[in-house]
């Protein structure tokens, strides 16, 4: 079972049903100038999930993370249903020919991006829901229905 399955329907079910971390404590690694950490999660149904956070630790590069939540296929193929980056980059979403700006913005699956240019997580939208990974990772979970995992929303600055 491949590519073929995906549907916009299973992409909205598999971010809404309700998954569980079965991993909470995992360890965060130092790997290629970026801490990283792998939450594995499943749900009800027997699905797979993994959570993952990427956090660039080049000295200067702090809005450089990205945060995301894929599906474990029955393959063992991880399938990227949705991913929170950083404005390290302005994303271009290729179809619409636009491109987001240097701000934080959502990757969201779509069999259109998929069967257009291959990638189904290309299309992003700029949010304001975070400013750094711990506010994306929260926002993620909230999003996505996550539970067993300690998580803190960016507080929003007074002055």
Known sequence: MGLEVITDELIE???TVKKTVDNPRARRKNEDGNERVNFNLSDDEGN???LYQRQNTILGMDDDFSCGLSWVMPS???FT???YNG???NHPNKIEGNKVGLVTHIHKSSKRYLEETGKADGYAEATTKYKT???AV???TADCNIHRLKTKFDQNKLF
Do not use: C, D, T
């Open 13 to 15: 079910k598999l971010l």
């Open 48 to 50: 797979k999930f993994v």
């Open 76 to 78: 063992g193929e991880n």
């Open 81 to 83: 249903l949705v991913r």
């Open 87 to 89: 404005p390290s980059h």
């Open 133 to 135: 990974l711990e506010g």
């Open 138 to 140: 929260a926002s993620l």
